[in-house]
Structures are given as C-alpha cells and as structure tokens.
C-alpha cells in the first residue's frame, strides 16, 4: 500500500513533479492499476523508476481456494518476509460481499476451538499488510463490476494486541482517497482485551465491535480461551457497557456453537442473563469442522433452541450463515490452507 504522502515525498526526493503523485495515486486506488506499467496518464521512464523503488502492494496473492457454489474465495498470500496469512472473500445473496482479513501471522491466543490458534504465532501485521489484503479484493471485484461493501477483521489473529497498526488501517479503508469505506460497513473483533475495548470507545468514528465471547461464565470461559485467565469476564463486561454507553453503539456478541460444551439450555439461560439490558445482538455461530480433537459443531435443532431461549428473554440473536466451509474459510478454520496456484483473470 502506498499512500498519497508516501508518493509525494518519492516525487520530491525524485524531482518529479508534485501533480504525478495525484495521478498515480488515482491510478491505484480509483482506476485499480495493479502494475505500474499499467498506469496509462504517466510517461515510461516515470513507470520504470516507480518499478525500481516501490511496491504497489504488500501482500502478494500465492494460492487459492473458491467453495463449490462460487459464494467464497479464500486467497493464501504471501508477505515481503515470507511469511503467510489468509483474507477471504463472501459474496451473500442478499449483495454483501464482505471481506474478512488477518491481523497476524497466527495467533498467540489459542483459543481451543480455533483452527488460526493452531498456528505458530510470527508477529502481527503492519496495516499496509491488513489494507492491502481489502485493496486486493476491491480490485477483484473491480473486475466484476462490484465492489467490497463490507470488512472484518475476523481472520487470523487479535487486532487489539496490534492497535497503532489497526487504526492506520482503518483510517485508510475509510478515507475516499483510497477505498472510502463507511465506518459502519467495519467491524473490529475482539477476544477480549478489557484495555483496548476502553480506547477503541474513546475513537472519533463510528467502527462497529464484535466481542468473541463464546461462553457465558468464567469457569467455561477460561476452559476455551486461555485469554479469559488475564481478563475476567467482570472486567470484560465493564468494558463493554463503557463501550455502548460512550459510543451508543450496539455491541456484537460472537458465540460459536461447540457441541456438549457451551450449548447447553443452562447456558443459554446464563448468557440471556449475562447480556441483559445492554444493547446487544448475540450472534451464533455454527462450528465449522477443523482437525481439533474433541471440539464439534452442535446440532442444528441445539442451536435453534439456543436462539429461542436468548429470543424468550428479550435478547435480539441471530444464527450465523456460514460460507466457504468446503474450503476451510469460515470462522475458526483459515489455517493457511489454500492450495491451488493464483491466477489472476482479467
Ligand atoms: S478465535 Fe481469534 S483470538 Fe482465538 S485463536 Fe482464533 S484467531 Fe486467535
């Protein structure tokens, strides 16, 4: 990713003239060039310099996966150190085509049932690498004459343990410079860092939160998240009343389903219970298969009784439609997976 100050200082440093940073930042994020060479409004010896200096991304696609009815592209790529991450691709039926992207090279949080979690932890991301993986699905898209419409930041990794990078990132999918992306059309996940829920309340915008909260007591909740050790499910929900009473914004509470461990009517009673009052939605999630022993999705007519519970108590909640699970891109299987060669398609 390449910003309009970056290219400018490149123009000044090369005694280009100031106006070629406008056209070549144009080029890349309105027109959606992806060579430099592609760049029709700058001369050639301008297109080999950039070449020579500049990356236009940092996130190159290496592999690839599309689930069986074409809703899911779930892409491997490959940073400039080599390392992996996964961003997947959702086209619903109802027009959202939301991207989910990774935060970090695996997760250091290893929550149990999470496929990302089995992954050895590198580092976190720079946020060219987490808006260069939205910019890479803006102009696939662009090819189909459509465009990203919304992001999540659900993939591999905690965004909270990577804050400064998250909020560089968020401000350039948000800026019209480069994709323009409504605050509201984002969300942020958390696993529940009570400190960083606080400064994400006190932001100047309007990016929507999602807790992965997954259990509803702190006994079950430390069992399958080993973060709920550091932050007490107290201090977590503190946080979060903080977060709605600061910001007036509705929190998302993530609950995935994981059969005779947290889907019981008991707790289903608790979390009615837990969430209470606040202003809310419980979205469940049905577990999608992974190779961790001992850890299965719950029934069907389990997670509808759950649903009807949270309803009977007042509690708005939804059950999660989950794409792309033929091809391990739903939540809590990108395990760096993919496998066929990229190809682009013009
Ligand atoms: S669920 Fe999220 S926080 Fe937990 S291990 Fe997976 S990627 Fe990390």
Known sequence: MLTLEQLTDFCQKHEIPAFRAKQIA???????????????????????LLSENLQISTVTPTAQEMSGDGSTLKILFKLPDDNTIEGVLMQFK???????????????LKCKFCASGTLTFKRSLTWEEMAD?????????????????????????????????????????????????????????????????????????QVNLALSLHAPTQELRQEIMPIALRYKLDDLMDAIRYYVDKTKRRISFEYVM???????????????????????????IPYNA????????????????????????????????????????ACGQLANKAQKPFATKK
């Open 26 to 48: 144009h080029a890349i994020y309105q027109e959606g060039v992806e060579s430099f060479d592609d760049i029709t409004t700058i001369p050639k010896p301008l297109k080999k």
């Open 133 to 205: 993986q939205v910019i890479f699905f803006s102009r696939y898209l662009r090819r189909q004459k459509a465009e990203v419409n919304h992001v999540v930041y659900m993939g591999i990794g905690e965004p909270f343990r990577n804050y400064d990078n998250l909020m560089k990132s968020l401000k350039v999918l948000m800026d019209p410079e480069y994709i323009g992306l409504g605050a509201r059309k984002i969300t942020v996940s958390t696993a529940g860092m009570v400190e960083k829920i606080r400064q994400f309340a006190d932001e100047p915008f």
């Open 94 to 108: 109802d027009g959202r085509r939301t991207v989910c992207i990774s935060s970090e090279v695996g997760c250091p």
């Open 290 to 329: 992974t190779d961790i022993p001992g850890i299965e999705g719950s029934e069907k007519a389990t997670i509808k009784r759950f649903q009807e519970i949270l309803e009977e108590a007042g509690i708005p909640a939804t059950t999660r439609v989950s794409l792309g699970q033929d091809i391990s891109a």
């Open 258 to 284: 994981l059969r005779g461990i947290n889907d019981t009517e008991k707790c289903a009673k608790q979390l009615a219970k837990l969430v209470k009052g606040m202003l809310c939605h419980v979205n469940l």
